[in-house]
């Protein structure tokens, strides 16, 4: 059974910093692309960066370049996503997603970044 556990989020204000952790099991997670969503409520879910299957490739939304960095430890089957800098609204529910294909496509259930004076 595939699990996307995503874990890290929280309560910081303008300016600090946060890491998001994506932990996987059940899958081989060195095979694949992982990537970082986030939603607001009433609003699309946006995808912010994302990394490749060995972590030799990434990229991100123009709206956090230079802010956030996505890397992996695939001895770890983990993924992180460093923001720093943060900004109002950078706040949302944060979603981890690994993908190989579309049926081979998983989803944790989100952690929250509220980034508040």
């Known amino acids: 059974q595939v699990q996307i556990v995503e874990s890290g989020g929280g309560l910081v204000q303008p300016g600090g910093s946060l890491r998001l952790s994506c932990a996987a099991s059940?899958?081989?997670?060195?095979?694949?692309?992982i990537n970082w969503y986030r939603q607001v409520p009433g609003k699309e879910r946006e995808l912010v960066a994302q990394?490749?299957?060995?972590?030799?490739?990434?990229s991100y939304a123009d709206s956090v370049k230079g802010r956030f960095i996505i890397s992996r430890d695939n001895a770890k089957d983990t993924v992180y996503l460093q923001m720093n800098s943060l900004k109002p609204e950078d706040t949302g529910v944060y979603y981890c997603?690994?993908?190989?294909?579309?049926?081979?496509?998983?989803w944790g259930q989100g952690t929250q970044v509220t980034v508040s004076s």
């Open positions: 997603n690994a993908r190989i294909s579309n049926t081979r496509n998983y």
């Open positions: 990394i490749s299957s060995a972590g030799g490739s990434r």
């Open positions: 059940g899958l081989t997670f060195s095979m694949y692309a």
